[in-house]
């Protein structure tokens, strides 16, 4: 299994423009999560969808960030407009929800700087 | 959720068994602790959890107090590579389950 995969590894871009971050879950897992982590504020949960339906973004710090799942094996997060205070490594997880265990599985993170 | 409390930081040596403590006090019955860890720049990774008994696992084992108010994660045999901030995490199970982290504690495994 190729595990989680995100995309880019690392985006470089200036304050305005749309980022698009992506993920892709490990195959049959049916909950993906997006994270996001700072020095500042550590690691934060941002939204999850459990098949494919949003279950809580109240993480999501601003009208500014989006996030779609629109199939079990697909998903972005969307910065527009980007802001220097975005720059972080942003994290996706997937799961296998309804399993004996509940463990989450990481992908290698996306390197967002904004300048 | 609740929270949990972990050391700053720890120091092991190489080949000793890493001790890390995670005090829980406000955990639900329902309510599982997972441990997880993140080596540097990487994706955290799971390590193992449990509800009420102790686990064991090819990574670590998992021991939680009879009243489950805290637990003590063991790396048997430390190595450099076990170098990283451990996290311990309160959660229940269930579809609106999530895993907050806290600060965890950066563990430095030296020769």
Known sequence: DAGVIQSPRHEVTEMGQEVTLRCKPISGHNSLFWYRQTMMRGLELLIYFNNNVPIDDSGMPEDRFSAKMPNASFSTLKIQPSEPRDSAVYFCASRLQGASSYEQYFGPGTRLTVT | DAKTTQPPSMDCAEGRAANLPCNHSTISGNE??????????????????????????????????????????????????DTAVYYCIVSSTGTASKLTFGTGTRLQVTL
């Open chain 2, 32 to 81: 599982y602790v997972y441990w997880y860890r993140q080596i540097h720049s990487q994706g955290p990774q799971y390590i193992i959890h449990g509800l009420k008994n102790n686990e064991t696992n090819e990574m670590a084992s998992l021991i939680i107090t009879e009243d489950r108010k805290s637990s003590t994660l063991i790396l048997p045999h430390a190595t450099l590579r």
